[in-house]
């Protein structure tokens, strides 16, 4: 069972950057498509970004395009969001989820890490 563990979040003051880790255990990422999710207080659970299995093609939501880099590194089993510039409405619970290839869903999720953009 793949289980995967978010980390790198924490409090920044805007015009910051943090660089958020999902490591992966029990399996390997090389095969899974990775997102990355964010859920602030009272609003609907976003996909940030994403990154595909084998040609590493990225994409990102409107929101964070030009500030957050999706990366992958296999040989270490972990995905990061480079995250540049952050602003206030960028606080979260940020998530990383695994989607296995060929699947739509995304079948494995972290515990979550906070990030928190504030003066």
């Known amino acids: 069972q793949l289980q995967l563990v978010e980390s790198g979040g924490g409090l920044v003051q805007p015009g910051g950057s943090l660089r958020l880790s999902c490591t992966a255990s029990g399996g390997t990422l090389d095969y899974h498509a990775i997102g990355w999710f964010r859920q602030a207080p009272g609003k609907e659970r976003e996909r940030v970004s994403c990154?595909?299995?084998?040609?590493?093609?990225?994409d990102y939501a409107d929101s964070v395009k030009g500030r957050f880099t999706i990366s992958r590194d296999n040989a270490k089993n972990t995905v990061y969001l480079q995250m540049n510039s952050l602003k206030s409405e960028d606080t979260a619970v940020y998530y990383c989820?695994?989607?296995?290839?060929?699947?739509?869903?995304?079948?494995?999720w972290g515990q979550g890490t906070q990030v928190t953009v504030s003066s």
């Open positions: 989820a695994a989607r296995s290839t060929g699947r739509t869903n995304y079948d494995y």
């Open positions: 990154i595909d299995s084998s040609e590493g093609r990225t």
